[in-house]
């Protein structure tokens, strides 16, 4: 795929973090079964969001645990898990990605890939909460 757009990129991240949610395999393994069967992108873009969320899953974990306290992370289902992770990711640690970017693009990945109107609503409502701590915290970020 020439030149793939960030929602791409995206999407490829996020199945690629699903498998590795699925799988112990290490990462650059399931890079290399993707590229094979060639319908996900991997690329340096998508290489850095995964290998960033990784990197951070410790931190990023704890931060959801945080703020759905009654919803333990084995209870949340993997892939909502994994689409929080992803954007929690791009919250923190990508300054490319606007806060409010990261969240509307978690809903549309949600919505693509469940059926569930809760669903949608839990992955909105915490990371739209998250995202009003860091504007309380230091009113720059949107």
């Known amino acids: ?5 960030r929602r791409e990129i995206r999407d490829s991240a996020m199945k690629l973090l699903f498998e590795k949610s699925l799988r112990d395999d290490p990462i650059e393994e399931l890079y290399a079964i993707a590229e094979e ?3 996900i992108i991997v690329n340096d873009a998508v290489k850095e969001l995964v ?3 990784l ?3 410790d ?3 704890e931060t959801i645990q945080r703020l759905s306290p009654k919803r333990s992370l084995n209870r949340i289902p993997k892939l909502n ?3 929080l992770r992803l954007a929690m990711y791009e919250i ?3 300054d490319g990605t606007p806060a409010n970017a990261a969240v509307s693009e978690a809903v549309i990945l949600t919505e693509t890939y469940t ?3 809760e669903d949608i609503r839990f992955v909105n409502g915490l990371l739209g909460a998250y995202t009003k701590e860091l504007n309380r915290q230091d009113g720059s970020r949107s």
């Open 1 to 5: 795929m020439a030149n793939p757009n």
């Open 37 to 39: 069967i060639d319908e």
């Open 51 to 53: 290998g960033g969320t």
């Open 55 to 57: 990197a951070h899953l």
């Open 59 to 61: 931190t990023i974990d």
């Open 81 to 83: 898990l994994t689409i």
């Open 92 to 94: 923190l640690y990508d």
């Open 115 to 117: 059926a569930s109107e």
